[in-house]
């Protein structure tokens, strides 16, 4: 309770723009929070499994299976493989890279998604705080000016105190979402290393699998 009651004094003496820093950083958790949804999603599969088990069964031949295997797993790993299975039956390499590059380009756009917003914000969060600092002071210097000499160091001290909780207010909403920012792109990097390691052992398997094969549904 001593914790909420300090950080509500903090942020009611940091004057105006706080308040756009907070709707700053209300804006900037949804974003985080539709992320982590979507691209946990995207990166929830075993990728080690899923090939293992998609090449064994390209390897007997049993394509119907494989492309049912590919179905069941909703994630761009489970939509590239598949589309390279829909060109199965062409010994064709580089056909089937067409087919997994056509996969890789629809499916993985999305996940990236509003990720820039994330650093922009960051800064908008940053520069609101030195915004506020600026006028925060420009306010104390105004009211010392016009104050009586005996209150001129308190009006001070009170105005230096608002100035500075703004830029820190804006420092602790810019710093964590910079941090997140940069955990979610290398999560989405993570995805489309899983999409380049199953496009290449898919295709390879395809290559590889006996004359009489079935063609993917």
Not at 13 to 20: I, K, P, V
Request: net charge positive; glycine share 6%; charged share 20%.
């Amino acid at each position: 309770m001593n914790l909420l009651a300090t950080f509500a004094q903090f942020f009611k003496a940091g004057g105006t723009y706080m308040y756009f820093i907070l709707a700053v950083g209300v804006v900037i958790m949804a974003f985080v929070l539709e992320r982590f949804w979507v691209i946990g999603r995207a990166g929830a599969v075993n990728c080690e499994k899923f090939t293992n088990d998609l090449t064994a069964k390209i390897a007997k031949g049993d394509m119907s299976a494989a492309a049912d295997l590919c179905r069941r797993v909703k994630s761009p790993v489970g939509k590239v493989a598949h589309a390279i299975l829909q060109r199965g039956d062409a010994d064709d390499e580089q056909r089937l890279l067409n087919a997994s590059d056509g996969a890789a380009t629809i499916v993985l756009p999305p996940l990236s998604r509003r990720l820039p917003y994330l650093a922009m914000l960051a800064n908008v969060s940053t520069l609101m705080g030195l915004m506020g600092t600026i006028f925060g002071l420009i306010t104390a210097f105004s009211a010392v000016d016009a104050a009586d000499p005996a209150q001129r160091s308190a009006f001070l001290a009170a105005g230096i105190s608002e100035a500075l909780n703004c830029t820190a207010f804006g420092l602790l909403v810019a710093v964590p979402t910079l941090l997140l920012h940069a955990f979610l792109v290398s999560k989405v990097e993570r995805v489309v290393e899983n999409v380049d390691y199953v496009s290449v052992r898919v295709i390879e398997a395809i290559l590889r699998r006996p004359v009489a094969r079935d063609r993917a549904a």
